[in-house]
């Protein structure tokens, strides 16, 4: 390899094809448009959902009832859980749960459900409580941090319009 072959064939600041000049320029006549068809025409666009012709996926799909829009998304997580992944005396927040995977994904609250047995004396804190779990939480000693909720009807619906 030589020195002066280095940059051969690259082109910093390549000319930009100019089509419909003439059978000479190798796009002309159709303008490398193909024959006939809607991506033939002027003023030509298309839905992201078109499929060719076909039914689009979202008509295929069955619908039932009402999607809420504004609905909050809770996640549970039970109590038996927190007693695999969390030491006794341990505060058990949001961030906590989230780096050891006991909260994953997105959602706008945390709900402790009483589902399994609590040994260990934990302070939670999270949005909501069920009673069962409430009760499990002070009876092994713990403390229960009710959190205020993240967004409220009206700050969710604000941010869906801005999207």
Known sequence: ????????????????????????????????????????????????????GAMPMFRRVPKRGFNNRWA???????????????DDGAEVTLEAMAAKDVAKGTFDEVKILGDGELTKKLTVSAHRFSKSAEEKITAAGGTVNKLAPKRTPDERVAALKQA
């Open 72 to 86: 909050t998304t809770v996640f549970a997580v039970n109590v038996g859980k927190l007693n695999d992944h969390f």
């Open 1 to 52: 390899m030589n020195l002066n072959d280095v940059h051969r064939g690259i082109q910093k600041n390549r000319k930009r094809k100019r089509i419909g000049r003439g059978p000479g320029s190798g796009t002309g006549k159709t303008s490398a448009r193909g024959h006939k068809g809607h991506k033939s025409r002027s003023g030509y666009s298309r839905k992201p959902s078109f499929q060719g």
